[in-house]
């Protein structure tokens, strides 16, 4: 059981530059998060989707979309990189209910020059 | 608004020491409670949750937390540190609706001595 899979596990960008962040869960969760992790700020939630085809800003949401296209997956696009945004990206997912943890991928290191 | 405060960045002790991580929380309903432990360059695994049950609470790894209303708090210990325990411990509080987000605190790391 893979639980939630990112890729990739590490990129490097140039400014202006665009990507796409992948995660992937097969545990049939509704729900799923993207973080991103900075030293000294705990993880901050950038955007969110309470099930397919829904999708919700969190906290640091500028610079970031997200599709929810399939159930299993949730996409976290960069349209322009920027410095600011070289960071550690979680995925989480998790079941319904608010008593239910939120299951966490291994993270995608980016960074932007 | 929801907030989470850990309580020291870095914590010290030696090995077979008590270990205690603070965590104080604020919430405009009771709230659901979890702490998270991460290991260098790998993701948050859940140690234990707090969900209105039993207010101390059991988790692994011989880690738990007790939580106490009246100092909105949620610190967690171990009676005796092992150098496995090495890692950044991190508490949050979830909203409790239907989206379930999670606020984190700014984590804190513990460092363990022989």
């Known amino acids: 059981n893979a639980g939630v899979t990112q890729t990739p596990k590490f990129r490097v960008l140039k400014t202006g530059q665009s990507m796409t962040l992948l995660c992937a869960q097969d545990m049939n969760h509704e729900y799923m998060y993207w973080y991103r992790q900075d030293p000294g700020m705990g993880l901050r939630l950038i955007h969110y989707?309470?099930?397919?085809?829904?999708?919700a800003k969190g906290e640091v949401p500028d610079g970031y979309n997200v599709s929810r296209l399939k159930k299993q997956n949730f996409l976290l696009g960069l349209e322009s990189a920027a410095p600011s945004q070289t960071s550690v990206y979680f995925c989480?997912?998790?079941?319904?209910?608010?008593?239910?943890?939120?299951?966490f991928g291994d993270g995608t290191r980016l960074s932007i020059l | 608004a929801q907030s989470v405060t850990q309580l020291g960045s870095h914590v010290s002790v030696s090995e077979g020491a008590l270990v205690l991580l603070r965590c104080n929380y604020s919430s405009s309903v009771p709230p659901y409670l979890f702490w998270y432990v991460q290991y260098p360059n790998q993701g948050l695994q859940l140690l234990l949750k707090?969900?209105?049950?039993?207010?101390l609470v059991k988790g692994i790894n011989g880690f738990e937390a007790e939580f106490k209303k009246s100092e909105t708090s949620f610190h967690l210990t171990k009676p005796s540190a092992h150098m496995s325990d090495a890692a950044e411990y991190f508490c949050?509080?979830?909203?409790?609706?239907?989206?379930?987000?999670?606020?984190f605190g700014k984590g804190t790391m513990l460092l363990v001595s022989p």
């Open positions: 989480a997912s998790k079941d319904r209910g608010s008593n239910q943890p939120q299951h």
């Open positions: 989707s309470v099930g397919e085809g829904t999708t």
């Open positions: 949050a509080v979830s909203d409790r609706s239907g989206y379930s987000t999670l606020t």
């Open positions: 707090y969900t209105s049950a039993a207010t």
